[in-house]
């Protein structure tokens, strides 16, 4: 159970950095889902949700998601239903159950770096960028890798629309359990690859080799490199083998999705015959 001996609610990021700055036992807090069940007692909790950053702004160029969306918030933005195949929506359906998704918040999610996440895994594979108080925007690939050493508040979470179309297949071995592997693939319309594979039970990362050989076209060859490259650990929802036999199964899930979304994308497009007809 936690404890909190002071709650307070920022006036402005610049207040809620200060005040994350002030005692080693302050803390920024989400939805407070994963904080309730620690331990350690928190001096003073530093509530963002007065600074209007629960928006899932859907612009020209980019999408912003906020870092006091819910998880809840993600599943149902109809742009986010719509855009990247809907796979971040589709990512967060399966965690826990509605309440607790419309508690759950994207800032925390992204800032812990949890190695289950559901949600990092897509965002990975979609190119997102952090945009953190303090330390700037950065790509998320680098923030997972090198999160900077100073304690930060993570404000938003961009996504450019470079036209990516995107799958997200994750397995559990019950319905609202962690997964036991997550993997998410998209392409942007340049035919730029990405492959993230999370839950290894490690943290979500791309494969660079898998990624080479789906740009040339070899689904099959990608499934097993990134089965290959990557690192799996043992854990009490699966062993390493398990998860690499995972990893092979769900990459190549992905990779038909994606083939029988471009194939629909193209038959609903009108030909050239089809325009002479008319
Ligand atoms: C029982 C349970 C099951 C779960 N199952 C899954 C699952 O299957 N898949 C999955 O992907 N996730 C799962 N999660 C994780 C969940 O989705 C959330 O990521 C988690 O609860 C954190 O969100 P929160 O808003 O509740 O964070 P909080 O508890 O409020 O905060 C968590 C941490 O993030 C810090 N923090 C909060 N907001 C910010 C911010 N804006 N900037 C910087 N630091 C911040 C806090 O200080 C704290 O250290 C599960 C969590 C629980 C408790």
């Given at each position: 159970m936690i404890s909190i001996q002071e709650y307070r609610f920022a006036e402005s990021l610049d207040e809620a950095l200060a005040l994350l700055d002030a005692g080693k036992r302050n803390r920024v807090i989400g939805g407070g889902m994963w904080l309730r069940l620690g331990h350690a007692g928190v001096r003073t909790a530093i509530d963002l949700?007065?600074?209007?950053?629960d928006k899932i702004e859907d612009a020209e160029g980019e999408v912003s998601i906020g870092a006091m969306a819910s998880l809840r918030d993600v599943e149902t933005a109809p742009c986010l239903r719509e855009l990247f195949g809907g796979v971040l929506s589709e990512s967060v359906?399966?965690?826990?159950g509605v309440q607790f998704r419309n508690m759950a918040t994207v800032g925390a999610s992204v800032y812990s770096r949890?190695?289950?996440s559901d949600l990092l895994t897509a965002l990975l594979a979609l190119d997102a960028a952090v945009v953190l108080h303090r330390a700037g925007e950065m790509p998320l690939d680098e923030f997972l890798r090198n999160p900077p050493e100073k304690r930060d508040i993570l404000t938003a979470v961009h996504i450019r629309k470079d036209g990516r179309r995107a799958a997200y297949r994750s397995f559990r071995?019950?319905?609202?359990?962690?997964?036991v592997l997550n993997v998410c693939m998209s392409v942007s319309t340049e035919g730029d690859w990405r492959l993230s594979v999370g839950a290894r039970p490690g943290r979500a990362t791309r494969c660079p080799e898998a990624e080479a050989l789906l740009a040339a076209g070899d689904g099959a060859g990608a499934a097993k490199a990134a089965a290959e490259n990557l690192t799996y650990g043992s854990s009490l929802r699966g062993s390493a083998d398990y998860r690499r036999h995972l990893a092979e199964v769900l990459t190549l899930r992905c990779w038909d999705a994606l083939r029988e979304d471009g194939a629909e994308a193209r038959d609903s497009e009108p030909t050239d015959a089809g325009r002479d007809e008319a």
């Open positions: 949700s007065r600074l209007g950053l359906k399966p965690i826990v949890y190695g289950f071995r019950s319905k609202t359990d962690f997964g």
